[in-house]
């Protein structure tokens, strides 16, 4: 591991959409956010729809007619992956707080064994959004031979105190449940008021206020009032909030997101040289793609021209696209109309 | 109160700077935030600085040289006002969750009552900045025959849903804290943990990306490390937000908090006639100033510009400042140089 320890024989899960041409030089490997899990889309294997359903597929920006894409779950997830939820080989026990600090170099490297696994040299593009960004920019700069091409999608090449403070408070929700029990909670019955609590703050960070005037304004919903609701509940906001909340928790493994959310502030490119201009003069990218969003609380979109514009600097050809959605952070998730155009200029551009 | 119920003989806590002139015709109310006393400066009685120390004095923008200075501690908090911390005088009980539902119209009220009671028929000027802005918008709106002059500062004609939801959510983090117990905590021991962590996300709301950015960037603290530290304090941004919600706890109740929390959420001067236009056309104003900060994460700049904007149509002289200070919603606490000249400026222009 990046910063000490080691795992005994890990597991990485990922899947597969298309096949690899002759040259085996059609593969692009794609990093997820925080928590998806591998499956970007349906396939004959899982027909259910994946979480990037309308951007991988035949015809699609990620063209499986043209394209072997490959999405891997990150490393230290709960979606088959090995992670904080998994069992130590060595001693037959969930790892939990034993598993050593996870970094995104961890998740990038994994990335890179698995393509190895897949007897592939060198990938035709790497990318990812959010966090997964943050794990494609480690790819590049640690196996900078690996590919030429890069894209990222409302990522930064290090997280600002304003994003950290708002996930430092995300795990500190968790921590705070009684029943997080320092990291020993019973599978049956996990520290879920935090995790709610912690999910609501997500999704503050995530959307905009634009979006939510727009689409919520001052509506009220009607309820029946118990004992303290007059302190939440009459603003249809507040009730699309805790849908998110409760729709969420217990999906995923609070362990799991409290390793993947530090590493999310630990990433920074300058780490990689000692300055941001030593990180990037390490890439060894022909063509780049920064793509952010105006509205992005957590990830704004002045560290996306931060990005592109270092980009500049050591990679011949890099188109920065700024896209005025207003959805905040998630834009990507769910205003995939604005972003699709991009992505396959990106790929088209290619041949 | 304004949605119903009333409360027995209700104090209301005040402090005076100045005096009043001849005519009775230089009174400035003050409108606090959520969180302040009616402590805003110093004097002769309480010589401890106040939290707009450096806005009111002689010679400062509220000349106690030409004004008489009324600050009032809002009907709903724990600063000698009644709420739901204090006694009810029919039962010799804390009020706690038997308090009626609060509004901002009780706290404008509450301020008409006082001035009544101080033998003043028409104030100079109206003001009050955040939280206190709205209640100055009541104050204006309801009792429209008792000044001609209104100051706004960093506040809104009502709240957004992404405000809403951050408070719902700082709300929550209480009324989660097992200690809470629905209203009932031991005084001795109330929901800490619950209140630093709405703390937390409060200073989150209250600062600005760039602000931090520039402060901390990221700055590390070393510290010795227990179990579970590993997911927080590294950075320096998450001991100053641990040192802030330390200082804060303990000096608010609870119940009060949650009170005045939800009458911002409830307060809407559309609520004054059916729509915004017709809550404005009740006005009677001759003069307002509007000031806004661009970081403003929880009363954005366009909602100062909605608010200058509506004024315009029923004041003859309206002024809107938008200032663009970096330290977000706090500025009019913390970055004072930029408001005194646009404060001073409105009351010269009076005379």
């Keep these: 591991m990046h910063r000490g320890g080691y795992l005994e024989s890990p597991t990485f899960a990922y899947e597969t959409w298309g096949e690899p041409n002759e040259k085996r030089d059609n593969a692009i490997l794609l990093f997820t956010g925080l928590s998806p899990s591998a499956h970007a889309a349906s396939s004959v294997e899982n027909s259910s729809a994946g979480w990037w359903e309308d951007m991988i597929g035949p015809g699609l920006p990620l063209d499986t007619n043209i394209h072997y894409v490959i999405c891997i779950n990150s490393l230290g997830s709960c979606f088959g992956s090995t992670g904080p939820a998994s069992v130590n080989p060595e001693n037959g026990e969930l790892y939990r707080l034993s598993f050593p600090v996870l970094t995104l170099e961890d998740v990038a490297r994994s990335g890179y064994e698995l ?116 302190f939440a509940g009459d603003f249809s906001v507040e009730s699309y909030l805790e849908a998110q909340a409760i729709k969420f928790s217990g999906q995923f493994d609070a362990n799991c997101y409290l390793y993947l959310s530090r590493a999310s502030d630990l ?17 060894q990218l022909d063509k780049a793609l920064v793509i952010g969003v105006e509205t992005d609380f957590l990830f704004p979109l002045s560290q996306q021209e931060q990005l592109a514009v270092g980009l500049t600097e050591v990679v011949e050809d890099v188109s920065f696209r700024p896209l005025d959605c207003i959805k905040g952070h998630d834009s990507f998730l769910v205003d995939m109309d604005a972003f699709r155009p991009e992505i396959c200029a990106f790929f088209e551009s290619c041949c």
Tied chains: 1, 2.
Aim: hydrophobic share 40%; aromatic share 8%; no cysteine.
């Design 115 to 230: 393509i190895r696994h897949l007897g592939l040299e060198e990938l035709h593009t790497v990318m990812g959004a959010s966090m997964g960004g943050m794990s494609a920019l480690a790819f590049v700069v640690q196996h900078p031979e690996a590919t030429n091409r890069f894209i990222s999608i409302s990522s930064a090449t290090r997280a600002l105190p304003l994003s950290i403070a708002v996930r430092s408070l995300q795990r500190e929700m968790i921590r705070r449940d009684p029943k997080w029990m320092n990291g020993n909670y019973y599978l049956d019955d996990p520290p879920i008021i935090g995790q709610r609590l912690a999910r609501k703050l997500g999704m503050i960070s995530y959307r905009s206020a634009k979006e939510w005037a727009n689409r919520f304004a001052r509506e009220r919903i009607v309820f029946e009032k118990a004992p303290g609701d007059q």
């Design 267 to 283: 990433f920074d490119l300058a780490e990689h040289g000692g300055s941001l201009k030593a990180g990037f003069s390490k890439l």
